[in-house]
């Protein structure tokens, strides 16, 4: 089945600094791929949806100039965490759907753990 | 706005027992919906999928739901739980209405599984 790679799998940093995290498509071309956030026992909230070359749309209250996503080719999607502060920390999911069927669920990554020290 | 709820955030069942886990979701349009899990620290898997053709739907790892338009339900059950359930089980509706929101995916709030011996 489709196959979403997602890495770093955990990633610590210092206040201040940016994080970069890769999301890839392995064996299907995803001209769309969501962004998720998930903190400790909460459900995942949709940060944003990324589309292959033309800007990403940021859902409501999600600073766009915080959480840069470039989606430079059908099969990565990438979203840098700029000036990370310790609220930033949480786990991050990738998703993107094989467009054989506009049904078709979507195929999540395995996540990041981003702590921001 | 379409928008999905679990009943229970946590769930304990004995082995062997039934696991019936519950989902409801509000759309003015019937969305297709999706049971997903999730082990710690770990991204989601997708369980089992409603699209409307039949609405008994079968998955994987013994899991089944249910589709009933008149109770706006689609429960996740299984006849005999096993230690390996164990994990956090996500009911997850996509909008296929049209309009912005077209494609997104609305999680419900999620529902913990302990499996006891």
Redesign the interface.
Known sequence: GAVVSQHPSRVICKSGTSVKIECRSLDFQATTMFWYRQFPKQSLMLMATSNEGSKATYEQGVEKDKFLINHASLTLSTLTVTSAHPEDSSFYICSARDPQGHNSPLHFGNGTRLTVT | AQSVTQLGSHVSVSEGALVLLRCNYSSSVPP?L?W?VQYP??????LL?Y??AATLVKGINGFEAEFKKSETSFHLTKPSAHMSDAAEY?CAA?N?AGGTSE???T????TILTVHP
Do not use: H, P, R, V
Not at chain 2, 41 to 46: A, D, E, M, V
Not at chain 2, 107 to 110: I, K, V
């Open positions: 297709y999706f997903y620290n770990q991204g989601l898997q997708l999928k699209t409307s996500f996509l296929n494609g997104k995916l999680f419900g709030q999620g």
